[in-house]
């Protein structure tokens, strides 16, 4: 073994007394940032090019900083994106929804689909939708202004600014120049109870925007609303995707219902087999 992986086994028991959920995979990945090189590198490194650096960055992991924030950037599906203070670390769970936006806008009959992501965040969601669906027109929406930035950062730097559009402004009444043509609308929007303000992890609480995360007392205001807006948005037999907290799988669906043209309404689960997104669509103009 090497000094640098010696240095690792070290860290990674002490962001383990820390708390930290994933000790290894952090301590592996503050070494790879620190050391220019890949997680699988690691063994390479001579110990003469050791970088005392690394234990200020395990020290502000051990301090419960996200991973991501020291780093700069979080990874999400084929991305690469920059993230930082003032804008939320996109999460694994939303990649599963993403993926079934991106089969629904695949198995539809459109040659260049229309898409709103509602909560732009970093621009994982919209970026992805325009990677992996070539012709598809994404436009996002984002009312705080620092995470706006960071969105329109992502966008240019991955090449996206010809087919991602990212606008300021409040996802309740965004956008109404495209009332009834959206093909489809997703959002991963503020969920969190806040009366759960007490046991969520400190990376969380203290550094993922407030506006990102509270959303009433049972979590689903944000949720509430989005119901009037997808039918505003989308198009006749359009699908929309909303994710939410485990637990409020059972609810959600009742915001949905037959009578307002909601249609095909099923939850869906996460990796961890949680109910955590819930899909729908307009019903056909026939029926
Ligand atoms: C949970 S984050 C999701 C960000 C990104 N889509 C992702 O999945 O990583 C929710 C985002 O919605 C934004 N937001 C909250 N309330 C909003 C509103 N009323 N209108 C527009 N954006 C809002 C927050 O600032 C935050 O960036």
């Known amino acids: 073994m090497n000094f640098l992986l010696d240095e690792v086994a070290r860290a990674t028991l002490r962001l383990a007394e820390a708390g930290i959920a994933s000790p290894r995979t952090d301590a592996e990945e503050l070494a790879a940032f620190v050391h220019g090189v890949r997680r699988g590198g690691l063994h390479s490194v001579a110990d003469s090019d050791f970088d005392a650096r690394y234990w200020e960055c395990v020290a502000r992991r051990e301090a419960r900083e996200p991973l991501q924030h020291i780093t700069g950037h979080a990874y999400f599906r084929y991305l690469e994106l920059r993230v930082g203070p003032g ?30 992501d509602l909560g732009a965040g970093s621009g994982a969601i919209a970026i992805s939708i325009a990677q992996e669906v070539p012709r598809s027109r994404v436009h996002t929406v984002e009312i705080e202004p620092e995470a706006l930035k960071w969105a329109e950062l992502n966008i240019r730097e991955t090449g996206h600014s010809d087919r991602v559009h990212a606008h300021a402004g409040d ?116 029926t």
């Open 87 to 116: 804008v939320f670390v996109p999460r694994p769970e939303t990649e599963i929804m993403v993926d079934w936006a991106i089969e629904t806008l695949r198995s539809m009959d459109v040659a260049d689909p229309l898409v709103v």
């Open 171 to 286: 996802m309740r009444t965004a956008l109404p120049e495209l009332d009834g043509r959206v093909d489809l609308v997703i959002s991963n929007p503020p969920y969190v109870p806040t009366r759960d303000g007490e046991v969520i992890p400190p990376e969380v609480r203290d550094y993922d925007p407030s506006p990102s995360l509270w959303s009433g007392e049972d979590g689903l205001d944000m949720i509430r609303d989005l119901e009037k807006v997808g039918r505003r948005l989308l198009r006749p037999g359009g699908a929309m995707a909303v994710e939410h907290h485990d637990g409020q799988g059972i609810e959600i669906p009742w915001f949905f219902p037959e009578d307002r043209g909601w249609r095909d309404v099923l939850n869906r689960k996460d990796m961890a087999r949680r109910d955590r997104f819930v899909v729908m669509r307009r019903a056909d103009e026939d």
